[in-house]
């Protein structure tokens, strides 16, 4: 069933997650996190599975990262069935999971990182020179012989995400890699990841990110995730292509009480996003036409809003996302998707 | 190399004396207690017959908590405290040989603690280990056979551990407790309910420390008096052998569940 030609592939993955019975009166008895994913990554790709919190994408990695069984349908990881040999498939993954504290808090950054490189029996030589060439790239290398108990939450990711790499695995798994780390440190690593695939044509990254940017900036194809459902699946580019017919403004408004209400209801809107700002509020709005804006000012002023700038923008992922779906990523968050 | 990062963990936590307090005054005065109340409570004291038995049985326990905990433990620490057991797992590395290696650590604290008992019951207590009488050959290879068994424990331990979700903490140590009293260390078998004593004849443990007596007392106790030698090895050669199947059989299911349940990395108590 299942070709080599794949690094990675998976056929209508489904997983429900059932509460005990005690806590299933208080919450839902099941949680669908995937509901039916199919999809396939090539040899050598950068692919990124896109969504908001909940959407299923941590999920999707612990499957394929055997660390979690599908309740139905299959994966494939180097041509190998996940659930069936996982003792196999872990000989060509790694993983690196963004935004936790993990690591042996005893042992110094160095130790840590040649534990793990001799759990995949590398030289020791190798390992120490790949370290030392790891450390500097994430600005850790002072911090070689700190304990981990001494480092901060984004050091320890900076140390987990060098051990993601320091076995050169033949498909690695980077699960929000970049989450809770300051802005420098995100780029560097989104710089180092894009070089590193380069330098290592025949290795395959799988990225879950919630950061539009990131995606865009990394990732030949994306698919776009949402309630365990992937809803689209293409480059980012094709994916942004298809909305260039559509008009998108970004607005700042002032005074206005009721954007929901406001630019919702306006009739040429088909979708739109507000974020509140220090001046009032930043709708991004995707119009039918371009026509329609005056339409829509003219509901904004009628409502007593001031608008404070107006730009018109090329589509992102995020307006990808919000056609799509029909909300926008912190719209989700805001609801409380946060699983 | 899970020996080594066992026992960065075991002895980096505190000053070396601190750690050789805890590491060995712990296990000694759990042990003395009891041997000292024995003394009390029995007719003859420290002159009863029965005494060397009970000290020597106490001696060798040191290592059942020591690696049933040790090798449990490891699941709940590298899972819920180190956050790393997911790391561990999709690693290519064999499990069982991790987890085993992470408890030597603790077998190699409980030793020091063995000899200090032993020597101070024989020097301080009258205990009569003689070391021109001991046959090392039975020591070596009851030395090998209690190593396995009390490993192939641990990892079975392991298995309910990974899929205990709460309280876990106290599984290696409230089995050990139970083994205690079950395997004929401070009570003869033949002075328990006949159904205890039952039981007890049916945990390798038991023999692994009828052994050791022997070994070292050259007697054991009337319990297992109808056992020669060679058969005593026998049955705990045997009755690790099954409970290697038993094992690794109930670590998989384990293992199983946990990756069905999502239990892998699960935090629950940190």
């Not at chain 1, 050598?44 to 969504?51: D, K, T």
């Not at chain 1, 041509?79 to 040999?85: E, P, S, T, Y």
């Not at chain 2, 001991?134 to 298995?159: D, E, P, Q, R």
Request: hydrophobic share 50%.
């Amino acid at each position: 069933m299942m070709s080599d030609c794949y690094a990675i592939r998976t056929e209508d993955l489904r997983r429900v997650f059932r509460a005990k019975r005690r806590e299933a009166k208080k919450q839902k008895r099941e949680v669908v996190a995937l509901d039916g994913v199919s999809f396939s990554v090539g040899s050598g790709e950068l692919f990124g599975v896109l969504g908001p919190n909940g959407a299923g994408k941590t999920t999707t990695i612990k499957i394929l990262a055997t660390l979690l069984s599908p309740t139905a349908g299959r994966a494939w990881v180097a041509g190998i069935d996940v659930a069936k040999d996982p003792k196999r498939v872990r000989r060509h993954i790694g993983m690196v999971s963004g935004g936790e504290t993990s690591g042996y808090g005893l042992l110094t950054i160095e130790e840590n990182l040649w534990m793990f490189s001799q759990f995949y029996g590398l030289d020791t030589r190798v390992a120490r020179a790949r370290i030392k060439e790891l450390l500097e790239v994430v600005g850790l290398a002072d911090r070689s012989r700190t304990k981990i108990y001494h480092l901060s939450t984004g050091m320890r990711q900076k140390m987990n995400f060098v051990r993601g790499f320091l076995t050169e695995p033949e498909i690695l798994f980077l699960d929000e890699p970049t989450l809770g780390l300051d802005v420098q440190t995100a780029h560097t690593l989104r710089g180092f990841v894009s070089n590193w695939l380069a330098e290592h044509r025949d290795r395959t990254i799988l990225l879950t990110t919630h950061a539009m940017h990131e995606a865009d900036e990394l990732c030949g194809r994306v698919a776009i995730i949402d309630k365990g459902r992937i809803l689209a699946c293409d480059a980012p580019a094709t994916l942004k292509r298809e909305l260039q017919r559509d008009a998108i403004f970004r607005l700042r408004i002032a005074d206005l009480a009721d954007a929901r209400g406001v630019v919702g209801t306006s009739p040429d809107v088909t979708q739109f996003t507000q974020t509140a700002s220090e001046a009032g509020v930043d709708v991004d709005a995707i119009l039918t036409h371009d026509g329609a804006l005056t339409q829509l000012l003219a509901s904004v002023e009628a409502a007593g809003g001031r608008l404070l700038s107006l730009e018109k923008r090329e589509p992102t992922l995020e307006d990808v996302f919000l056609h799509i779906v029909g909300h926008g990523f912190e719209d989700e968050i805001r609801e409380g998707g946060s699983a | 190399m899970a020996a080594w990062l066992g026992w960065q963990i075991e002895s980096n936590w505190a000053d070396p004396f601190v750690f050789a307090i805890y590491s060995l005054v712990k296990p000694l005065a759990g042990a003395l207690i009891l041997v000292f109340m024995y003394a009390v409570i029995a007719k003859d004291g420290l002159h009863s017959p029965l005494f060397p038995g009970v000290f020597v049985g106490n001696a060798l326990f040191i290592y059942v908590p020591a690696v049933l905990a040790g090798i449990s433990w490891t699941i709940i620490d590298d899972r819920e405290h180190y956050g790393m057991l997911k790391y561990v797992y999709t690693a290519p590395v064999n499990v069982f040989a991790y987890l085993i290696g992470r408890g030597v650590a603790k077998a190699i604290v409980a030793t020091v603690a063995v000899v200090i008992m032993l020597l101070l019951g024989t020097l301080a207590l009258g205990v009569p280990v003689r070391l021109a009488g001991i046959n090392w050959l039975f020591v070596a290879a009851t030395l090998v056979l209690g190593s396995a068994m009390l490993s192939l424990f641990g990892i079975l331990l392991g298995g309910v551990t990974m899929i205990t979700a709460r309280h876990n903490y106290g599984v290696g140590e409230a089995v050990a407790g139970g083994l205690y009293l079950l395997c004929g260390v401070v009570f003869p078998l033949d002075t328990l309910p006949a159904w205890l004593a039952a039981t007890g004849r049916v945990i390798p443990i038991s023999y692994w420390l009828e052994a050791f007596r022997r070994a070292l007392l050259g007697h054991g106790t009337e319990a297992f008096a109808s056992l020669s030698d060679g058969v005593l090895l026998a049955v705990i050669a045997g009755s690790t052998a099954v409970l290697a199947v038993l094992a690794v059989l109930g670590f998989r299911l384990a293992e199983r569940r946990a990756r069905a349940k999502g239990l892998l990395d699960m935090q629950t108590m940190y």
